[in-house]
T-cell receptor, first 114, second 115 residues
Framework: DTAVSQTPKYLVTQMGNDKSIKCEQN?????MYWYKQDSKKFLKIMFS???????INETVPNRFSPKSPDKAHLNLHINSLELGDSAVYFC?????????????FGPGTRLTVL | LAKTTQPISMDSYEGQEVNITCSHN???????ITWYQQFPSQGPRFIIQ???TKVTNEVASLFIPADRKSSTLSLPRVSLSDTAVYYC????????????????FGSGTQLTVLP
């Protein structure tokens, strides 16, 4: 009965590779997010989709491309991986799309780029 | 947009009350204050939200003074399992528009509860 799930949980890859992280939520929420958390626990928004429409796109390299096939899924594809991409990536969802509404987070995907 | 400042870390002992303060000097009239908790290897989890005065739920209390330039998360009688990172967010109820800096959690406060 997992609310927000992500796959894979761990991802180890070489520089230059392309990889994807998948996220699914079964809460019936309209809005989904991707966050990046660095080694110092700094957690920052990257993207947000509402009903498959991109509504937040922070300053993120073009190598990162989110895709939302339906409102229950938000995937993150990363091209040409770099060492600095190593981090934990969290997917989240919320019902409305305001700054105050409770977000439900997935367990995270730890990406290590060698 | 309100910027928040929290202590980087705090230590406490089991059974004590812990108070974590967040400064948000530029808070706007329509902004709410929300706290999240993050355990190791997990995503953040909502704890509590408030606008002014005091809010209490089964997990914590949130104290907000009249000027709303700061807020204090209070955890009663902490246990080892309360060891986590605590994040303070400030934002209003408007729909997303422009920058989403209000959704930047920052680095939070690492609370370590000792036996």
């Amino acid at each position: 009965d997992t609310a927000v799930s992500q796959t894979p949980k761990y991802l180890v890859t070489q520089m230059g590779n392309d990889k994807s992280i998948k996220c699914e939520q079964n809460l019936g929420h309209d809005t989904m997010y991707w966050y990046k958390q660095d080694s110092k626990k700094f957690l920052k928004i990257m993207f947000s989709y509402n009903n498959k429409e991109l509504i937040i796109n922070e300053t993120v390299p073009n190598r990162f491309s989110p895709k939302s096939p339906d409102k229950a899924h938000l995937n993150l594809h990363i091209n040409s991986l770099e060492l600095g991409d190593s981090a934990v990536y969290f997917c989240a969802s919320s019902h409305p799309r305001t700054y105050t509404d409770t977000q439900y987070f997935g367990p995270g995907t730890r990406l290590t780029v060698l | 947009l309100a910027k928040t400042t929290q202590p980087i870390s705090m230590d406490s002992y089991e059974g004590q009350e812990v108070n974590i303060t967040c400064s948000h000097n530029n808070i706007a009239t329509n902004d709410y204050i929300t706290w999240y908790q993050q355990f190791p290897s997990q995503g953040p989890r909502f704890i509590i939200q408030g606008y002014k005065t005091k809010v209490t739920n089964e997990v914590a209390s949130l104290f907000i003074p009249a000027d709303r330039k700061s807020s204090t998360l209070s955890l009663p009688r902490v246990s080892l399992s309360d060891t986590a990172v605590y994040y303070c967010l400030v934002g209003d109820k408007q729909l997303f528009s422009g920058s989403a800096r209000q959704l930047t959690f920052g680095s939070g406060t690492q609370l370590t509860v000792l036996p």
